[in-house]
């Protein structure tokens, strides 16, 4: 594991990137500083990007967003999201994905409305009447853990089987934390439901990922997010190497300007592969005495 100052020290070992987006290159806001002229500066050397999101939303959705914070299409060369690999094997109907019933019950199905496909499936507003479970997060950004219990248990009680399209605990959104789809999937799990996600750090998205790419060598990729347990872990499944930006998910944890032992413990603690390398936040070059 070492500490970088910038993409530009290790810019000339891979051929391919793959971004992750929230706490990556944007928190809800603005995009971040540099993460435009990172992306542009890999472009002039003729890499090729991905950017690969746990987000339940469809890659549109997610370009869209991105667009309007100056992240264009330009800029990279394709989007994998959660959502939308889980609303394709739903059309497909592979898999785990085989032997799921019509009738699917939906946690947030006003805020992200498109992960489940227009046809083949019909909605319903109680888990007793389910075949199975969508959950896709929260409608409520700010809802709790708890307000999910009920539901829960009425999960259990009927033994129906639960799809998350995002394996994300949580998010920071401009300082606030807020749950995502896997802490409900995780609950569920705790109490004996069948889950399966789909996203970071599974290996459905990477191989999607490197389909982008069309680089042959994992090796030669590497993987930019700031989560241990997605970002990294993932990668290494992969077989790739990972920066990991320590301004993210894990910044109240590690602190402004971590020390690389702080890294190591944080890994350790969540028994979690550690990064090839570990960066402050997204750039393209930075002075080492700049944090």
Same mark, same amino acid.
Not at 39 to 55: E, H, M, V
Not at 164 to 191: F, S
């Given at each position: 594991?070492?500490?970088?100052?910038?993409?530009?020290?290790?810019?000339?070992?891979?051929?391919?990137?793959?971004?992750?987006?929230?706490?990556?290159? &944007?928190?809800?806001?603005?995009?971040?500083?540099?993460?435009?002229?990172?992306?542009?500066?890999?472009?002039?050397?003729?890499?090729?990007?991905?950017?690969?999101?746990?987000?339940?939303?469809?890659?549109?959705?997610?370009?869209?967003?991105? #667009?309007?914070?100056?992240?264009?299409?330009?800029? &990279?060369?394709?989007?994998?999201?959660?959502?939308?690999?889980?609303?394709?094997?739903?059309?497909?109907?592979?898999?785990?994905?085989?032997?799921?019933?019509? @009738?699917?019950?939906?946690?947030?199905?006003?805020?992200?409305?498109?992960?489940?496909?227009?046809?083949?499936?019909?909605?319903?507003?109680?888990?007793?009447?389910?075949?199975?479970?969508?959950?896709?997060?929260?409608?409520?950004?700010?809802?709790?853990?708890?307000?999910? #219990?009920?539901?829960?248990?009425?999960?259990?009680?009927?033994?129906?089987?639960?799809?998350?399209?995002?394996?994300?605990?949580?998010?920071?959104?401009?300082?606030?934390?807020?749950?995502?789809?896997?802490?409900?999937?995780?609950? &569920?799990?705790?109490?004996?439901?069948?889950?399966?996600?789909?996203?970071?750090?599974?290996?459905?998205?990477?191989?999607?990922?490197?389909?982008?790419?069309?680089?042959?060598?994992?090796? @030669?990729?590497?993987?930019?997010?700031?989560?241990?347990?997605?970002?990294?872990?993932?990668?290494? @499944?992969?077989?790739?190497?990972?920066?990991?930006?320590?301004?993210?998910?894990?910044?109240?944890?590690?602190?402004?300007?971590?020390?690389?032992?702080?890294?190591?413990?944080?890994?350790?603690?969540?028994?979690?592969?550690?990064?090839? &390398?570990?960066?402050?936040?997204?750039?393209?070059?930075?002075?080492?005495?700049?944090?």
């Amino acid at each position: 594991m070492d500490r970088i100052h910038g993409l530009r020290e290790i810019a000339d070992d891979f051929d391919g990137f793959i971004f992750d987006v929230w706490g990556t290159l &944007y928190d809800g806001g603005a995009a971040f500083e540099q993460a435009v002229s990172s992306l542009q500066a890999l472009r002039d050397l003729g890499k090729r990007i991905a950017i690969l999101s746990n987000s339940p939303q469809r890659p549109g959705t997610v370009a869209g967003r991105l #667009d309007r914070i100056g992240i264009t299409a330009d800029l &990279y060369d394709g989007i994998v999201t959660s959502g939308g690999v889980t609303h394709d094997l739903l059309i497909k109907r592979t898999g785990p994905f085989s032997d799921l019933g019509e @009738r699917v019950f939906q946690t947030g199905p006003v805020r992200f409305p498109e992960t489940l496909p227009d046809r083949g499936y019909i909605s319903v507003d109680r888990v007793a009447a389910a075949d199975w479970i969508l959950c896709s997060g929260p409608d409520e950004p700010m809802a709790t853990l708890q307000s999910f #219990d009920p539901m829960l248990d009425a999960a259990i009680a009927a033994g129906v089987p639960m799809v998350c399209a995002n394996p994300d605990l949580e998010v920071v959104q401009q300082g606030k934390r807020q749950i995502c789809a896997g802490a409900i999937a995780k609950a &569920y799990a705790d109490r004996g439901g069948r889950v399966v996600s789909i996203g970071k750090p599974h290996p459905e998205v990477f191989e999607r990922s490197m389909s982008i790419l069309e680089i042959d060598t994992p090796s @030669r990729c590497l993987m930019i997010g700031d989560n241990l347990s997605t970002d990294v872990l993932g990668a290494a @499944r992969a077989g790739l190497a990972s920066l990991l930006l320590t301004q993210g998910i894990h910044a109240e944890h590690l602190g402004p300007t971590p020390a690389m032992s702080a890294v190591e413990d944080l890994s350790s603690e969540l028994k979690l592969r550690q990064p090839t &390398y570990v960066d402050h936040a997204i750039a393209w070059s930075v002075a080492p005495n700049a944090g």
